[in-house]
Each structure stands twice: as structure tokens, then as C-alpha cells.
């Protein structure tokens, strides 16, 4: 039944990565697999609930295509139990009803297929046996996986019927259809029963082989779980080959591989240890072996395989047959049967018969053990054939010499495609060599090429750096030329100070005045001596030192604040001296007239840039200009300076008087380098 669940999980697959086409995976169908997730996630959910309602709605809805997979998923997900097979049987009777209607001859063939793996299960061998043969005739035009896996179930078959032949040649056949990467999965599989089949025949040396196959195949894979029941498998060959030795070195080397917390793994180990200690004659180990295995049997019952325990029984009692125990033996070999029943292979219980006639021809028993001995040969006869056997090698030989032949065939093309390389290695040389010849003379090429840059290179660097002193040079010059015009500046300011002695109120006015533009000249040409730019003004550096200056030297600094709502704003120098001396007449005519009888106030100073236009206001809270005109039209002396001064700069002079004046410079900058900043108050 995990086939099925397989199948339609790769048509979800399909349907859902859009690669089946023309299938509509309905409302329905979405159920079905809701129901299936739900039993996966908690295996002991009885599935019953889940799929019969909606059986039943597709019953109603006559959607007979998803009632069909919806008794599919139903057995799928019913327990593999003895009691639950009939049930099992009954749904894929009638998802098979379903396919046949839907003339969907695959899919039948797959539901077909589970129903005779239940019947194998069921022990009803002869219709699983005409139900697989109707998949593998000729003319059935199955598909590569239905006939793959419906051969290997017939060899299942067979080999409960003892027919070995049959089995043989139906493993072969499934092993020769293994082609594709997909199909090796089932190596696990299909590599066992050809063991097993080959170890009951008796050719133990094919047997070890295809175990061994197996087993490499498992590791290579990480498969470990697989590891103790193959492990066991090449124990059984190598002890059958006296090799008991070996065989428990063999054991020993490969007794960590897999999962041996879980009790059926550790069941194997202790009989696989009782099997090689046995045959070493070990009696004390093995039965301490044996001994653990049967301590597992009786308390974990629930963990093993009817079959498998039935097989430990039969271990058990060949052991104490063998140490000459008869009367212990006999318990443990009819457990062994009870266990066995009549789905069991017809190989051990017919030794376990053979055995019971042992045992109860040494105590004595004639007419018990005349009844196993019939009983023994009645099976054995069906084993053991002399025809059969002769043809079953033939069998073996034909598949062997098939692959020997499928192997030369792949030499010879092998040989064939070599002498291809060789044949195309002769050209090849002579592509390399000529493209080698190309390859130097492009490297000689690019040598001289690499060279000349690299000269042009070595010149351009070294006017590089000529130009970098000289401009240095010139920086420097620049810097001392700002220094000594602001020492100059300064000393013009000493020579009014000095001159401001001898002269009256008027005059002394225009000293000042005059002092205080200067000084704004100054103080760029000293803001320019310390800058690392000599070709630009930093404003917000510099405003606040010119209007800290004005107060002090007017003597008001405590009554009149400055106030700076300014951005980093760098202009160029050709606007520098006409910007501050701007300033300084707004901010000299606020302190002299805004704030008269000795009121307090502040001066506002805002300074911002948007998109290459930079706009200074200077705002006091005083008296307000109060002159006979407008005052954009007035044409004191101040204000005529100011505006020609923005005149110069190509920008726009306004004055507003409400609560005090506010005068507004705007105009483009040259230099529009620095983005625009939010003001902040400093």
C-alpha cells in the first residue's frame, strides 16, 4: 500500500508544479489529501471517518474519478493487520471497479497489483499469482513500473509456493527492468530476494554476492536501517561456507551500523551472534545470545514481525537440537510453528518438521515423529527437484552471461569512443600548438603594449605631482597674500583708532562706521587664511563671529542678543566681501536706531539655501525703520550701500517693517555645491 500512497503522491506533485496538464485537482480532491495528511500526521487516526463522507458525497455527485482515489487513500492508510486486510481488499475492489470504467488501464493495473499483495498477505496464493499475471503477459502493454514490481511480487509468490524456479526467473526479470536512476531505489528489494531465493537453492556463493551488492549499496547510500537485516543475510552465507570465523568477525565490524535502540535490531544482533558462536561451538555464548533474544521476544513482543519471531523460535530449538537437547528443542520449535502458520515459506516449515521427526525419533515419539516426517518430505519434495535445479543454474548462467554480454558491449563502445578521443587528441595537438604560437605572440604584444603605458604612466605621474607642488605652492601664496591683506586691513583700523582722537562727534561716527566694514573685509580675508578652501566662505562659521563683534564693540551686550537660525552654507569668495558687508550695515542700523533708550531686544539672523538660492534675513524686534519715505526707497547712505552691494551679486533686497524691521537678501549662488540642510538654532 505505500505504493499506492507513492503514486498519487507524485500526481499531487505534478498537479501542483502545473506538469500534469488537463487535470482539474478540485475542491474534492483537496479533501482527500486534507484526510490523508491528517492519518500521516497521527497514524493511529482510523481513516474511516475522514474518507467515507467523502465517498459518499462523490457517490452523489456521480465523481466517480475522486471516489476512485478516494478508496485508494482509504486502504492506503488502513493498517497492514490481519484483521484489516479483508477491508483493504474490499476498497481497492472498488477503486479497480472505478479504473475500469474510467478505462484508465495503468492505473488499474496499479490497484490491481495491491490487491494481490493483499492476497499474498492473505496466503491466497493462486488468485495473487492470475491477478499479477494478467499485469506481466504479453500484450498487456503495462507500464515499465507495473511490470517491474508486479514481477517481483510474483517471485514473492512463488517463493511462498515453493516454486523457486519461478521465483528465480520473475526476480531476474525485475532486476534486468532496473534501468533508470529512479529504479534503483528498489535495489534494496529486488538484490534480497534474489539472495534469499539463490541461499534456499543452495548456491550460498551467489547468495553471499548479491547480499554483498546490497550491502554496499546501502552504505554508500546512508541507508543503515536496511544494514542489520542484509548483515544477517551474509552471516547465514558465510557460516553456511564454514567460515563461522569470519563470519563473526564480519559481524563484529558492522554491529554499529543502524539503529540498535530499536528492539528489532537488537533481536538480529543477538541471534546473529548466537548463529556464529553456534557454529563455532561456543555453547555458552551462543545460548547467552540466544538467551537475550528471547528476553526481547517475550517483553517487547509488539515490536517484531509474526514471522520474525516465529523465525527466532526456530533458531532457538535448531540450537538445542544441535547441543543434543531434544525435549527443550521441541518447545521452542512449535512455538515456531504456532508462528509460522501457513503463510510462512514452505522452506522453515518444512525444517522446522524436519526437526520436530528428530527430536521426537530421540524421545521415543515414533508415531509423532512419523507424522513430521511426512510432513517434512511432503514439503521438501516441492523444494528439492533435481530437473529444477538443473534449470534454475541455467537460468542463473543465462542472466550472468546476458550481463557479461551487456558489459563487453559497453567495453567495445568504450574502446570505441577511446579511439575517437585519440583520433580528435591528434587535432587537438595541433589546435594547442597554434593556438599556443597566437597565445605567445598577443602576450609579446600586450608585454610591449603594458610597457608603453607603463612609461606614458611614469610621465603622467611625475607632471602630476609638479602640478601638485606648483598649485600647492600657489595655495600658499594665496594664503599668505589673504593674511597680509587682513594685517594690512587691521592696521587701516589702528590708524582710525588713532585718528579718532582729535576728531568731533561726526567724524568719529564715520571712523566707526567705516571701522566696522572693514573689519568685516577683514575677517574674511582671515577666514580664508585658516580655511583648507581658499575659494569659498563658510557663512555659518563666519556670521556668528561678525555679529558677536558688532555688539561688542557697539557695548550693547547686554541688552541686545543675537539670535541664529543658520544651515552650512559656503559661497563663493567673489560674493563674500559684498554678503558681509551687507550684514554688517543691517545688523550697525538695528543696534544704532532698532533699540533706542536703552531697550532690549534681539537681532534675528536666518540663513537657509534651496535649490542654489540662498536668502539671509535680518529681523529685529525693535522700533521698526522710521524714515519720511518708503523705505525702499530711502536714500540714506546705509541702505544705497546695501543695495548696491546686492547689486553686485545679481540679487533682490526687501524690506519689511511690522513689529520691528526685517531685510531679506536673496540671490543665486555661483557656487552650488552644498545641498540644502534644515536650519538649526545655534
Known sequence: MNTVRTILSCFLLLAGTGLVQGQDWGPVFNQILAADSICRTDPRKDPKPLFLPIIKKCQSDKNIEDEGYAWQYLAANIKNVTQALAFKAYCLQNALQIKKRLKDQQSEYNVLRNIADIHLQQDKLVQAESELLQITRPGSNASHDNLMYSCDLLAAVYIEKGSYQKALEYS?????????????????????????????????????????????????????????????????????????????????????????????????????????????????????????????????????????????????????????????????????????????????????????????????????????????????????????????????????????????????????????????????????????????????????????????????????????????????????????????????????????????????????????????????????????????????????ILAENLIRSFGVSGRIFPEFMISKVDIDISEAIPICLIINEAMTNAIKHAFTEQRQGKISILLEKNDGKIIIVIADNGIGLCLPDNAARSSSLGIELMRGLCADINGKLLFEISGGTRITISFESVKSSAGKQPAEPL
Open 172 to 544: 531476474l526479470r525485475s532486476l534486468k527492468m532496473m534501468k533508470t536512476p529512479a529504479d534503483s531505489a528498489n535495489i534494496i528489494t529486488f538484490h534480497g530476494r534474489l539472495s534469499g531465493i539463490c541461499m534456499v537453492l543452495g548456491n550460498v556463493s551467489e547468495s553471499l554476492s548479491w547480499s554483498r551488492k546490497t550491502l554496499s549499496y546501502c552504505l554508500s547510500k546512508k541507508k543503515y536501517s536496511c544494514v542489520p537485516q542484509i548483515r544477517g543475510t551474509i552471516v547465514t552465507g558465510m557460516i553456511a561456507q564454514r567460515n563461522a570465523g569470519q563470519a563473526l568477525k564480519f559481524l563484529k565490524e558492522h554491529s554499529s551500523m543502524g539503529k540498535f535502540k530499536i528492539p528489532d535490531d537488537q533481536r538480529l544482533l543477538n541471534r546473529q551472534l548466537g548463529d556464529c558462536y553456534s557454529a563455532l561451538h561456543k555453547t555458552d555464548k551462543a545460548e547467552g545470545a540466544y538467551e537475550k533474544m528471547l528476553w526481547l521476544i517475550r517483553h517487547q513482543n509488539d515490536f517484531f514481525p509474526e514471522y520474525e519471531v516465529g523465525y527466532s523460535y526456530y533458531r532457538i530449538g535448531q540450537f538445542y537440537m544441535d547441543t543434543q537437547r531434544p525435549q527443550k528443542a521441541k518447545i521452542y520449535l512449535l512455538s515456531a510453528l504456532s508462528y509460522f502458520g501457513v503463510s510462512s515459506t514452505t522452506r522453515y516449515r518444512q525444517a522446522v518438521y524436519a526437526l520436530l521427526f528428530k527430536a521426537d525419533s530421540t524421545a521415543g515419539n515414533f508415531k509423532s515423529a512419523l507424522k513430521y516426517y511426512r510432513l517434512s518430505k511432503v514439503m521438501l519434495d516441492s523444494v528439492v527437484n533435481t530437473d529444477k535445479n538443473r534449470k534454475i543454474e541455467e537460468l542463473l548462467i543465462a542472466f550472468h552471461n546476458e550481463q557479461k554480454e551487456k558489459n563487453i558491449k559497453q567495453l567495445k563502445n568504450e574502446a570505441a569512443v577511446e579511439r575517437l578521443r585519440l583520433k580528435n587528441a591528434g587535432y587537438t595537438r595541433v589546435w594547442v600548438a597554434f593556438g599556443c604560437g597566437l597565445l605567445l605572440l598577443t602576450i609579446g604584444m600586450l608585454i610591449k603594449h603594458s610597457r608603453s603605458v607603463m612609461k606614458a604612466n611614469i610621465l603622467l605621474k611625475m607632471k602630476k605631482q609638479s602640478l601638485a607642488i606648483s598649485l600647492h605652492e600657489k595655495e600658499w601664496l594665496l594664503k599668505e597674500v589673504h593674511d597680509r591683506v587682513k594685517n594690512n586691513l587691521q592696521t587701516i583700523i589702528s590708524l582710525f583708532e588713532s585718528q579718532a582722537k582729535y576728531l568731533s562727534d561726526e567724524a568719529l561716527t564715520a571712523i566707526e562706521v567705516s571701522q566696522q566694514r572693514i573689519y568685516a573685509m577683514s575677517l574674511i580675508h582671515h577666514q580664508l587664511y585658516r580655511s583648507d578652501d581658499i575659494r569659498s566662505i563658510d557663512l555659518a562659521l563666519y556670521i556668528p
